[in-house]
């Protein structure tokens, strides 16, 4: 898994002072003598912080990882690496969660490698076992990425924060980033019967301004739906995997599915959009 960190760290800055890393003795040490230990699953914690209180836990991350392995959003994974260019050398992966759809990508197109970021670290330990191309670092997507500019083809954002200035700053002239966000139907009838959070109206059109002004435009857009009958656990693990798990307890959500028959349809409904200059 070192290994793994060592083969992309030409892509990688350090955060303090913006100078090229080196692996040395299980530490990413820049020239400024900057220094940041290696966990022994194989990532970086390049943050020199606290983990915020909005960070995925290792409950969420667990769910988030067997709801993507039941293959209820394999439809996503498909588009996803559809929409990708024909050619893809180095991949970012902002808000890489367990490295799911990474991985995907990796195995679509083995010359590849990739870059996987979050800010929680449950998620980078699970994400840095995902696939032996992608590296993965513990860092903010809205803060400055610890990324080299101009160093990457593709920047994924698959349902995580876009931070259009350093999308445009990382990538190649000739890259593109590849957003997945949610449409208006995403899980409605989880939403209706369980009250929870909705999408958030315009949000589509903000997420267009804010690429637009970093000399972004959407090039390519698909809409992915499917409606199939998922199960409690579905439902459970959708839920928990989420921001709502910040507000509920997997004992009380598991209750209120008990009172519901299963199996029942659910829709998963997305947008994926690849922008370019």
């Known amino acids: 898994m070192i290994t793994t960190l060592a083969g992309a760290v030409d892509l990688l800055r350090c955060p303090r002072c913006g100078t090229d890393f ?3 003795d299980r530490t990413l040490r820049c020239a400024q ?4 230990d290696l966990a022994r699953q194989g990532y970086a914690n390049l943050t020199g ?13 667990t769910a988030r990882a067997d709801l993507l392995d039941s ?7 498909d588009a996803l690496v559809a929409a990708l260019p024909t050619e893809v050398g180095e991949l970012l992966d902002v808000g890489t969660g367990t490295g799911h759809y ?6 679509d197109r083995p010359g590849a490698r990739a870059l996987g970021l979050d800010v929680s670290v449950a998620a980078c330990r699970r994400a840095a076992r995902a696939h032996p191309r992608l590296a993965v670092v513990t860092a903010d997507a809205w803060a400055a990425l610890p990324v080299v500019d101009a160093c990457v083809d593709v920047v994924l954002s698959v349902f995580s924060p876009r931070n259009a200035e350093e999308f ?3 990538l190649r002239p ?54 199939d009958p998922w199960t409690l656990e579905d439902a459970v693990r959708s839920i928990m995997m989420g921001p709502n798990a910040f507000h509920s307890e ?15 349809p659910v829709t998963i409904s997305c947008v994926i959009t690849r922008w370019a200059r």
């Open 22 to 24: 080196a692996v040395v």
């Open 33 to 36: 003598r900057h220094v940041f």
């Open 49 to 61: 912080a606290a983990q915020p209180a909005h960070a995925d836990t290792a409950a969420m991350v």
């Open 71 to 77: 293959g209820r959003y394999a439809a996503v994974g």
């Open 102 to 107: 990474a991985a995907a990508v990796l195995d």
């Open 168 to 170: 445009a700053r990382v």
């Open 174 to 227: 000739d890259g593109c980033v590849i957003s997945v966000t949610p449409g208006y139907d995403h899980l409605a009838e989880l939403r209706s019967a369980f009250g929870l959070l909705g999408v958030e109206d315009g949000k589509e059109r903000r997420l267009s301004d804010g690429f637009r002004r970093v000399g972004l435009v959407a090039v390519e857009q698909r809409v992915i739906e499917r409606r």
């Open 250 to 264: 997997a004992e009380s959500v598991r209750a209120a599915a008990a009172r519901l028959s299963w199996p029942r």
